[in-house]
Nanobody, 127 residues
Framework: QEQLVQSGGGLVQPGASLRLSCAASGFTIDRYAIGWFRQAPGKEREGLACITRKDDRSRQNKYYADSVSGRLTISRDNTKNTVYLQINNLKPEDPAVYFC????????????????RGQGTQVTVSS
C-alpha cells in the first residue's frame, strides 16, 4: 500500500527545536516532490517547505515560505525513504497540525493537491 506515514511532533517549549518525519511506504520517496504544510485553528492552511524530486542528474532543490524562512530545514534520507522537516526556535505562532504531501513537483503539491498525504501530526508550543 502506498502511503506517507508521519512521526514526530508533540509538546515543546518555546525556543526548542523539533524534527518531523514523513516516511514513504510502497513507493520511492525521491521520485516525488514532498511538501510540508500546517493547519492552525482558525487559520488557512499554510505551505512551509518543499523538496523537489531528484532529476536525471540527481539534483534536487528546496523551497521555503518567507514567513518561516531561516527556521526550517527540509531534507531527505533516501536510505530511510524519509523526508524530514527540522523546525528551530519554535514560537507561539507555530502550534498547528503539520502534514506532508507528495506530488509531481513543488508547484503542484499543496494541501488539497497531492498523490499521497501523511496523516498529520500535532505540534504544540507551551512553557
Amino acid at each position: 500500500q502506498e502511503q506517507l506515514v508521519q512521526s514526530g511532533g508533540g509538546l515543546v517549549q518555546p525556543g526548542a527545536s523539533l524534527r518531523l518525519s514523513c516516511a514513504a511506504s510502497g513507493f520511492t520517496i525521491d521520485r516525488y516532490a514532498i511538501g510540508w504544510f500546517r493547519q492552525a485553528p482558525g487559520k488557512e492552511r499554510e505551505g512551509l517547505a518543499c523538496i523537489t524530486r531528484k532529476d536525471d542528474r540527481s539534483r534536487q532543490n528546496k523551497y521555503y515560505a518567507d514567513s518561516v524562512s531561516g527556521r526550517l530545514t527540509i531534507s531527505r534520507d533516501n536510505t530511510k525513504n524519509t523526508v524530514y522537516l527540522q523546525i528551530n526556535n519554535l514560537k507561539p505562532e507555530d502550534p498547528a497540525v503539520y502534514f506532508c504531501a507528495a506530488d509531481s513537483n513543488c508547484l503542484r503539491v499543496g494541501p488539497n493537491v497531492y498523490a499521497f498525504r501523511g496523516q498529520g501530526t500535532q505540534v504544540t508550543v507551551s512553557s
